[in-house]
């Protein structure tokens, strides 16, 4: 199962960031994501198949 998720998405995952937010913005895919936390800027390398599990909603940018 491949989710459609493009640069500029803003994906909400099951468990949430230290700082509150489960909102994170996509800036980069491939074999990893790099997100951005909405709520404090915090940018993380996560494998693929992990974001594809833990997500629950996808904001498209328009």
Known sequence: M?????VGDVVKLKKQHPCGS??????????????KCQGCSH???IAR????KNI???????
Do not use: H, P, S
Not at 2 to 6: E, L, N, S
Not at 22 to 35: H, M, P, S, T, Y
Not at 49 to 52: D, H, K, T
């Open 56 to 62: 629950r909603e996808i904001k498209k940018n328009n």
């Open 22 to 35: 489960k909102e994170w913005e996509v800036l980069r895919i491939g074999a990893d994501f790099r997100l």
């Open 49 to 52: 198949r992990l974001v594809e």
């Open 2 to 6: 491949t989710v459609d998720i493009q």
């Open 43 to 45: 940018q993380i390398m």
